[in-house]
């Protein structure tokens, strides 16, 4: 099956600097990248995606890069504010292609003021 | 903008005994899920629900746990014999495209206290 892996653990960053998280996934068939935010008690929450037919994708100060060959993606968020702080989830989905979003064990960013 | 809902936000039970946690997926909604998430770990896949049977499932939804579409509406997971180490937060999600190429929206999870 599919196995994701993700670093760093926990994050910590002053505001405005730069943060970036990376994922490793193993099954060369997975087509979709998901990355979920959760805060404290809340759900996940989807902030961006990539499918495998492209390298990046951006929005706003988010932005998703994508490798194929390497087998990894990475998220990178600019000028961090400390409402960015939250627990940060990367996926992939299953090498049956359907159902199954594999998630990293998530990585802590913590921002501050 | 329309989300899904769980049923109840936390649920405590004893060891044994049965429980059912009901979520109502976004209406247009085609494809349904189950998630755990034990406490500080990883959000873990349990089942999808297409058309009205299981597509797939992880080796951690064994006999003890089934889903149900009882209605236009509703999409429950069973826990029949809860044991300790279900204890976790459960998150429902719905997509309206298969998840190639579709956004899976969560739920606000049901969180399980098995005593």
């Known amino acids: 099956g599919e196995n994701v892996e993700q670093h760093p653990s926990t994050l910590s960053v002053q505001e405005g600097d730069s943060a970036v998280i990376k994922c490793t996934y193993s099954?060369?068939?997975?087509?979709?990248f998901p990355w979920y935010k959760q805060e404290l008690g809340k759900r996940p929450q989807l902030i961006i995606d990539?499918?495998?037919?492209?390298g990046e994708k951006k929005d706003q100060r988010i932005a998703v890069t994508l490798n194929k060959t390497a087998k990894h993606f990475s998220l990178h968020i600019t000028e961090t504010q400390p409402e960015d702080s939250a627990v940060y989830f990367c996926?992939?989905?299953?090498?049956?292609?359907?159902?199954?979003?594999?998630f990293g064990k998530g990585t802590m960013l913590l921002v501050s003021p | 903008e329309p989300e899904v809902t769980q049923t109840p936000s936390h649920q405590v039970t004893q060891m044994g005994q049965e429980v059912i946690l009901r979520c109502v997926p976004i209406s247009n909604h085609l494809y349904f899920y189950w998630y755990r998430q034990i406490l500080g770990q990883k959000v873990e896949f349990l089942v999808s629900f297409y058309n009205n049977e299981i597509s797939e499932k992880s080796e951690i939804f064994d006999d003890q746990f089934s889903v149900e579409r009882p209605d236009g509406s509703n999409f429950t997971l069973k826990i029949r014999s809860t044991k300790l180490e279900d204890s976790a937060m459960y998150f429902c999600?719905?997509?309206?495209?298969?998840?190639?190429?579709?956004?899976?929206?969560f739920g606000p999870g049901t969180r399980l206290t098995v005593l």
């Open positions: 099954d060369s068939a997975s087509n979709y």
């Open positions: 990539i499918r495998s037919n492209v």
């Open positions: 996926a992939a989905n299953g090498p049956s292609g359907y159902s199954t979003l594999t």
């Open positions: 999600a719905s997509s309206l495209r298969d998840p190639r190429s579709g956004e899976q929206f």
